[in-house]
């Protein structure tokens, strides 16, 4: 049994069939990586996943519990973390409050009223944000805007942010998309050091199969709505189905 | 049936002038994107542009009457406006008696030059801005308008009367084959819905049918493909606002018979005709038009005496009520398009 | 001090002292001088100085943290009047019950109208609010006369039932107290040609204005303050955060409802009585322009927005050409008349015109207020002194 599993998942919009009888399994303490050309339907999936979409068929279950019906901050409740594409951060408050609110959320629950509390005084949450700041290097920054730090700082940001909170799923969707060369590698270390520290499952959503080979412990190829193989990454580089898929695509080459 | 078809008449004019206005709101949503809180404020300036041409028409110069005497005996002061030498005094007087239409005339440049200045003066910078500062900024500009006006106009309600061959009423169901005596209505009310089905039937046709309304309508749907163009739709959206500006203040002008202008006529029509830009669908223009006119006569049939036997006080709330019931349970209103601003 | 930090504290007393001698700083000109118009220290209008400024911090915690606009709390104000007319009408005209009532009748209104409400967010929040203030207001004028007193509106009368308080002597008026001390009661203090007068009820409600500014603080400061402050940056992260927004905007909507019941329950505890107008919607539409000319989202900012305004529609809309005319007969005299006409149409009676010039003005280009000017002003004056002493005015992005 994975910490993830989807059954049967099907989900269209209109007569377009986005995804159709979707299998996966995500075992515990993995990085198992989605990838698939454009269109192949990785983004509704995750979609699936997180309770911004609910499928038309199937079943998702997050560690024994059926996910589908429930709102994006129940679901992070039990376990489960996402990073977007471009990075989610709050931008009008400080880096050191952007690192609170995950662990005010885990620790007081989805509502908790506390209006006559000095924040700062907080110790056990001021410290836990101050430790995973310093754990990322980001602790020079705390008392910088969000908004004015570089994207490569931001995603950074938006990852401590959710590892803050100890979830046992990390989803990733494209979270080197659009950035440099550079960038991108400083992320695949960061996630790498991650994932060599913490007992973590991560599923990762990617485009950029450089990536999804340093990474992956396993990889899902998806086309066209339906899961085409799932392998570890040495029989997915040579596989004639996702060559297949690719075809024009040369980053599989690579 | 009498009584319905008499209520259905008496929502007509309120409606018509909901919907000019919503319609104007609406139209600068949809091509814009901005929240314009100002808009009653144009509907009250062109009220205002009644009252100063009434009020040039009427300039006069002031002679002695030695003919006739005042109740003290001395030779009686008369003014006698500019018009009679101009025209004589029988043309002189038609003209004046005609003021309110003749306004018609003098408010459409006069509506369409506020409406481009301030769209190249404020509204231009608030394009990228949040709806909350657009909301904001308005506001505060209809504050300043209404104040100049009321600087040079003063306070109190002006009465401008209707050309007295509309005023009175007539008895609308003997012409229908009712029995007489129980449709009343007057004159000007239905004209006043006429013009407004002229007005709303013209900018339909405009935006139909000419090339401008072509690039308007697709700008409306995607702004950003129509830029790849190259086509300047930056000046037709100025443009636009001004022609919204001008339909605006039409209403106003045609409605100064119906209640004397003030200043704040504006901040009245303001609230209501928002809520009906929101019932009719933000940013769709038969939809501002179709929740103009539903709303003007529901409110009319909440003001029956049988209804307010059951439910007293209907009439004051009907509106709101209907706004908050479709917001909460369609919130893109009866015929926006998906998507739209449905947050 | 008080649970706060240094700065916060620092703004605390300084506004505790603002409040306590208003009566002095407000009557600068001598009682028989000519500028003696133009004096503020009056109780009448200091209270309403105060009374404002709760309406106005109360306002803040709901516009200025979540960004959520609402143009309909001129109803929470109203129902706050009715509760506390009819607490004196029906309990005693001890202003305890009075106020009490108004804050939980308006809390338990805010929150059936936040609640549905706040099911949009945006534009059509703001025109939610407006329909439901709208619809407040039509109902009080008219169906609801028997509670509301319709048109007229209510105040104590002398056979009402009272039935903590003994009858009252025939011809005698019921008046306002707190356990005795009349509402109006004043001392009056003359010193050389001034004359100070220090007013029961002033103080009563700047005592009041005091802990509602402190409680305001305390808010900004928490992690419920901080809650709120991510709705307005991000919904989508705080919601994968884990965090429901809903319920936080919610309970931020119900507290800016009870700060202005608190406002209405008061006006009623100075001036007796209560009328439909306190709902129309450009009330609300006041404290939208008083929190922001002040400053959205800073701790005084709505403080000095609601002074601000209520001097204006007070004492500057005083000003008529007489005056100026006078102020300016030191000019030659085309001069003079040349000045006046300028500026007459802004001052005096036309001061709305002012009002909304320079609200236009800080929405273009000072979005943070006359707070933001300060600090803008502060910073060109006071560069090398340390950051944290120039801000002493409480902005909310440093957590400090």
Redesign the interface.
Known sequence: MGILEVKGVGKRFGGLHALSDVNLSVKENTVHAIIGPNGAGKSTLLNCF?GKLIPDTGSVMFDGQSVLGR???EI??MGI??V?QTP???????V??NM???C???R?????????????K?KD?VGRAEAELEAMNMADKR?M?AASMSRGDKRRLEIA?CLS?QPRLLLLDEPTAGMARADTNNTIDLLKQIKEERDITIAIIEHDMHVVFSLAERITVLAQGTPLVEDVPDNIKGHPKVREAYLGETQVAA | MEAIILQILNGLDKGSAYALIALGLTLIFGTLGVVNFAHGALFMIGAFCAVTLSRILTLSYTVVDETQKDFLGNPLKVDVPYLHDMFGQATGDVIIDWAVPLSIIFAIPVMIAIGVVMERGLIKHFYKRPHADQILVTFGLAIVLQEVIKYFYGANPIPTPAPAAFTGSFDFGAMLGFDPNLIIYPYWRIIYFAFAAVVIGAVFAFLQFTTFGMVVRAGMADRETVQLLGINIDKRFTLMFGLAAAVAGLAGVMYTPINSPNYHMGMDFLVLSFVVVVVGGMGSLPGAVLAGFVLGVLESFASMGAVLEVLPGLNQIIIYLVAIIILLTRPRGLMGRKGVMEE | MFGLNTKDTRLLILVAILVVLAPFILNPFPENSAMAQFNAGYPDLMQRFVIFGIFAIGFNILFGLTGYLSFGHAAFLGVGSYAAIWMMKLLTMNVVPAIILSVVFAGLFSLLVGWISLRRSGIYFSILTLAFAQMSYSLAYSVLTPITGGETGLQPKLNDPRILDGALAEGATPKANLFGLEMGASYELGIGGWLFTLNAGYYIAGVLMLASFYLAIRIFRSPFGMMLRAVKSNQQRMNYTGLNSKPYTLAAFVISGMYAGLAGGLMVAMDTQAGPERMFWTVGGEVVLMTILGGAGTLIGPVLGAGMIKYMENIISKINSKILHEWFAFMPDGVEDFIVNILYPFIGKGWHLTLGLIFMAVVIFLPGGLVEGGQRIARLFGRGKKASEKDASGKTTPAE
């Open positions: 997180v709102k994006p901050h992070n409740q973390s996402r977007f989610e951060i709050f931008s009008d408050l400080t050191l409050e609170m609110i995950p005010f959320a885990q007081d629950g989805a509502f908790s009223m506390a209006a006559y509390a000095d924040m700062m907080d949450i008392e805007n942010m909170q």
